[in-house]
């Protein structure tokens, strides 16, 4: 099994930064691409970014693209999200996915496990 844990949600101003991790640990050889993905109230859950562990390719939703990156830190079996400029509809429940397979998708049944979720609020 793997078990991810995401950390560094909170309350911020619009125009602030944020940056999230996801930590894995358990059979962390079991899967090649990891992602993110938020869901704010009353909303379905929403793509945000993805990345393939071994060559670092990315996959960005629009809505996020030039604002969020997404990074990985093998060594340590984490994955970040970088999150500027962030606005008032930034605002979700963020979780962290992983899968095994290749492709840098990002479709949530694609993913075969999941964190909890790290709660971003930002105020205007």
């Known amino acids: 099994q793997v078990q991810l844990v995401e950390s560094g949600g909170g309350l911020v101003q619009a125009g602030d930064s944020l940056r999230l991790s996801c930590a894995a640990s358990?059979?962390?050889?079991?899967?090649?691409?990891m992602a993110w993905f938020r869901q704010a109230p009353g909303k379905e859950r929403e793509f945000a970014a993805a990345i393939r562990m071994s060559d670092g390719m990315t996959n960005y939703a629009d809505s996020v693209k030039g604002r969020f990156t997404i990074s990985r830190d093998n060594a340590k079996n984490t994955m970040y999200l970088q999150m500027n400029s962030l606005e008032p509809e930034d605002t979700a429940v963020y979780y962290c996915a992983a899968r095994t397979g290749w492709r840098v998708t990002g479709n949530s049944y694609d993913y075969d496990y999941w964190g909890q979720g790290t709660q971003v609020t930002v105020s205007s």
């Open positions: 358990g059979r962390t050889f079991s899967w090649d691409t």
